[in-house]
């Protein structure tokens, strides 16, 4: 059975630095594209970034020059490296494994924000 599991999450002030990891355990994900989106309250979830089996990434216009995204095959783990914050970047932010047809997700890494 394949699990995701985040963390990393939790408090910093804005300008500040956080990195999430998640990690996968049960298959391997190689082939796999790995995501990270977030969900404010009341709002939908969106993607925030992500980075193909090949290595190319693309990112949330809202992010891009402050949040980076990595992979780790051999550790079937996705990273992302986010500096800069703002509070406005406050949310629960959920990775993604995304392969033949088949979606992961984990369960949720809290993200906040403020002074």
């Known amino acids: 059975q394949v699990q995701l599991v985040e963390s990393g999450g939790g408090w910093a002030q804005p300008g500040g630095s956080l990195t999430l990891s998640c990690a996968a355990s049960g298959s391997m994900f190689s082939r796999f594209s790995m995501g990270w989106y977030r969900q404010a309250p009341g709002k939908q979830r969106d993607l925030v970034a992500t980075?193909?089996?090949?290595?190319?990434?693309n990112y949330h216009d809202s992010v891009k020059g402050r949040f980076t995204i990595s992979r780790d095959n051999a550790k079937n783990t996705v990273y992302l490296q986010m500096n800069k914050l703002k509070p406005e970047d406050t949310a629960l932010y959920y990775c993604n494994f995304r392969g033949g047809g088949i979606d992961y997700w984990g369960q949720g890494t809290q993200v906040n924000v403020s002074f």
């Open positions: 980075v193909y089996s090949s290595g190319f990434t």
